[in-house]
Every structure is written in structure tokens, then in C-alpha cells.
């Protein structure tokens, strides 16, 4: 071999071992970081979903972490929070008399009652007594001067709080007047809780339900008048315009007497208004505290009232009390509502 072949082989080799060094070095030092800036923005979206921002009853809150104990008062909101599938965050729960639907009755039986007294709502003393993290609940449920229980005090103890958007009207802040405000309180409770995927599930199988009922009851040319009636013989418990009650009958097509009210729920509605407007039909809840067959015998006795055209037709819609509630009944209430005004449209 020459002196030439010589040279050429040991350049060849030279060059060998060198890009082979090269490689190596780009193996150990480069690849490690590219990896690393491939996979960071990965690890960041897992661990960046709070803090989160809600606004309850136009104030916002924010949220650093899920609460791991919470409260809920009376069925619909216990409802929404078992629907979520947040029966392990629940430490206790509080009803006013009628208890959670069967289908919540597995994930329920093992949360506490707050208090067994349906009315008045649990004190501030035995609130705090679960050691809660989060409470929703609702003005004139469960938060009121009356039972010591608002949301003002609960942050003091260092409770956060989320309040059902409908009963917002009692402070001065006015909510949706259709079923929207439901749905956002859906939401609500998906981003707090991190289970949005859930909650939007939740909502669009609502949506469906009732854009199905719609579509069957179809057009309707003359919106039949509607009063909601929940007892009382002086004068007339019943719902203003931002009432269930009342977007119930929007839903159907038909229209609350009293919509011109700005409020939720009317504790003292005069009989002259009532009769003055003349409904219709006449929506009536089934409650522990005084059935709907009670009522009706009300409605029947009083004598003023007789012109009425519901009570002279007995045109009576009963519908269990958390079907006029806001929360996940509302839609098998807006279909119970619907066969009861279109029978011929349900057939």
C-alpha cells in the first residue's frame, strides 16, 4: 500500500470518528432539550387550569384550587351538584321537604343532613360547624338576614360561596328572564369544580329536551294566560317575571299574568290583580307542606274568585314542586306543562 492510500484511509477514519463524537454530542446535549421545550407546554396545560374567575350575582369570585367541602341548600341546587357528580366534594346537604330524585338517591345516602328542620334554614353556627369550603345556595332559601346565613358572612369565616342566579332579583341584581340563567349556573359549578365537559353535557341534553317539546307544540298564535298559585287565601303566593314559573310558560308559548312584576317569587299577590287579568290555567305545586289537592279546594272556596275562567273550567296544572325550580327538572316540568296546555299536540 502507498503512502497515498495510506494518508487517505487515516483522513477517512479521522473523519469518521468525528462525526460519530458529533452525533453523540447532539444526543446527550441538544436532543435532551428539544425534548424538554416539546413537552413543557404539555405539562403546563395540566397543571394551569385554576385560578378561576366566576361572577355571583355581578361579583366575582376566584377560585385557586376546587373546594373539596362543600354545601348545597334545598333539592334543586343538591340536584345540580349530584348531577355534576359532585357527591364526593358534598359534606352536607339541606332540604326544605322534598327530597332528591330517585335517580340521586344511591350517590346521596351517604352525605349528611345538614339539619333535619325544614324550615327555617341551618344558623351560621351549625353552617360552620361542617367546616365547609364552599356553600351554594340561594337568597331566600337559605341566605337571608332571618336565618344569619349570607354570603357576605360566610367569606368573613373564610367560606366562598356561589348563589343560584335567579335569586339574584332579591339583591337588587336582575337575572335572565328566560332559562339561560339555569344553564350559566350549570357552568358555573363545571368551571369551580373542573368538570366543564360535564357540565356542558348537562346543559345540551337540557337544550334538547325542551327544543323537542317546542318543536311538537309547534306555533302558537294566541299565548294562553297562566298564574302560578302556591297557596294562600287573603292573597296569593306566587312568581313576577324572573319566577320558573314563569319562563316555564315563556318556554310553552304561553304568558304569566304577573310578568310585569320585577321579581322572582310574589309572597302576597292581591286577588283583584288576579281577577282583573282572568288566567286561563292555573299552575299548581304538590308540596309536603300542603298538596296540590288542598289548593285547589282553596281556589274552589273563595267565592271572588269563581269568574275566574281556569277555576270556572278547572283548568289545573299540577306539577311536583322541583319541576317549577330552577335546576335539572326543569325540563321534564316544561314537558308536563306543554301536554297539559296542547294535549291534542302530544297524541
Not at 305545586?285 to 269563581?306: C, F, K, V
Request: aromatic share 10%.
Amino acid at each position: 500500500m502507498n503512502k497515498t492510500n495510506k494518508r487517505s484511509i487515516k483522513i477517512g477514519v479521522s473523519l469518521l470518528l468525528f462525526l460519530s463524537l458529533l452525533f453523540i454530542g447532539w444526543v446527550l446535549v441538544v436532543r435532551p432539550k428539544i425534548l424538554k421545550l416539546d413537552t413543557s407546554p404539555l405539562l403546563k396545560k395540566e397543571t394551569s387550569y385554576y385560578p378561576v374567575t366566576i361572577e355571583s350575582c355581578g361579583e366575582p369570585i376566584t377560585f385557586e384550587s376546587a373546594p373539596k367541602r362543600a354545601l348545597s341548600f334545598d333539592t334543586n341546587m343538591t340536584e345540580i351538584m349530584l348531577a355534576l357528580g359532585l357527591e364526593n366534594k358534598l359534606v352536607g346537604y339541606w332540604i326544605s321537604g322534598v327530597p332528591v330524585g330517585a335517580e340521586y338517591q344511591e350517590k346521596i345516602k351517604n352525605i349528611p343532613l345538614i339539619s333535619e328542620e325544614t324550615w327555617p334554614p341551618p344558623g351560621m353556627e351549625l353552617v360552620l360547624s361542617f367546616n365547609p369550603d364552599f356553600v351554594f345556595g340561594a337568597w331566600e332559601y337559605n341566605f337571608s338576614e332571618e336565618s344569619g346565613v349570607t354570603p357576605e358572612k360566610l367569606a368573613k369565616a373564610g367560606v366562598k360561596s356561589y348563589i343560584l342566579t335567579e335569586s339574584c332579583i332579591a339583591v337588587g341584581v336582575q337575572p335572565s328572564t328566560t332559562l339561560e340563567s339555569t344553564y350559566q349556573d350549570i357552568m358555573n359549578l363545571g368551571i369551580i369544580f373542573d368538570v366543564k365537559d360535564r357540565a356542558q353535557a348537562l346543559v345540551d341534553q337540557m337544550r334538547a329536551n325542551i327544543a323537542d317539546v317546542q318543536k311538537t307544540i309547534g306555533e302558537v298564535e294566541t299565548p294562553l294566560r297562566g298564574f302560578y298559585y302556591g297557596g294562600g287565601a287573603d292573597a296569593a303566593f306566587s312568581c313576577g317575571k324572573y319566577g320558573m314559573a314563569s319562563k316555564m310558560m315563556d318556554a310553552v308559548g304561553a304568558k304569566n299574568i304577573l310578568s310585569d312584576i320585577e321579581d322572582d317569587w310574589i309572597p302576597k299577590a292581591s286577588w283583584e290583580t288576579i281577577i282583573e287579568r282572568d288566567p286561563e290555567f292555573i299552575m299548581i305545586d304538590d308540596t309536603p307542606w300542603e298538596s296540590a289537592e288542598d289548593r285547589i279546594a282553596t281556589l274552589q272556596s273563595l267565592p271572588q274568585l269563581a269568574s275566574i275562567t281556569a277555576i270556572r273550567e278547572k283548568r289545573f296544572v299540577v306539577l311536583p314542586w322541583t319541576y317549577i325550580l330552577p335546576g335539572m327538572e326543569m325540563d321534564e316540568g316544561i314537558a308536563m306543562l306543554a301536554k297539559s296546555l296542547y294535549p291534542d299536540r302530544f297524541r
